[in-house]
């Protein structure tokens, strides 16, 4: 299993219509080629508060992303993402139950369904299913690639979000300072922002 380091960050989209400005701006200041195309994505996320790793339900699949390791400067080790098919098998379905542990003890039956799943995320505490919609470029340089995107949470202001990723530390290390987005953008993963969006105040709509 190959693991990559990433560095994100959100900062609130003051222009819901400038994410190809702003992606040809960085593409200026980096010297690669802009992007032609946005990928338009709608994800449904679970997440409870405590919870490290990414899951998202996307296209009929459980996506999964595991955080690995931290270093310096808000960057985390984060494994390839995991693509799994329901009925989820015996193992995908035991590390789901020690993620998303019921409020009361159930029976450790297989997930059989994206609809058994959703079931069971109303059995935990607090955790929640989220709807999230992105419109995002990339921007490829090498060793490393650089992500723009629109975020939407039901209920909640558009966000632009800032991710750098690569299988080398100082590659994205250097495209984090080149871009100077850490003066532009809060440094923090996916589930930490739907646990301080969504989970731990109890607002914003849940799917």
Known sequence: MRAAWEWRGFARALNAGALESVTADLAGRLNVARPTRALDEDD????????????????????????????GGAVSLWADKELWSFPLAAEASRALRSWLPP???????DIASEAALLDRVQTCEQARAVR????????????????????????????????????????????????????HAAAL????????????????EAA
């Open 103 to 109: 409020r009361t003890p159930a029976t450790e039956e």
């Open 44 to 71: 449904l996320y679970l997440a409870r508060p405590g919870l490290r790793h990414n899951l998202k339900l996307r296209a009929g699949q459980l996506e999964v992303k595991r955080r690995l390791d931290e270093a």
């Open 189 to 204: 993963g996916y589930p930490e922002l739907i646990q301080a969006l969504v989970l731990l105040d109890g607002d914003g």
């Open 132 to 183: 999230v919609r992105k419109r995002r470029l990339r921007l490829d340089l090498g060793a490393a690639r650089l992500e723009i995107a629109d975020v939407a949470i039901p209920g909640r202001p558009l966000l632009r979000s800032f991710c750098v990723d690569g299988y080398e530390l100082e590659a994205v290390r250097d495209v984090v300072a080149r871009s100077a987005l850490e003066g």
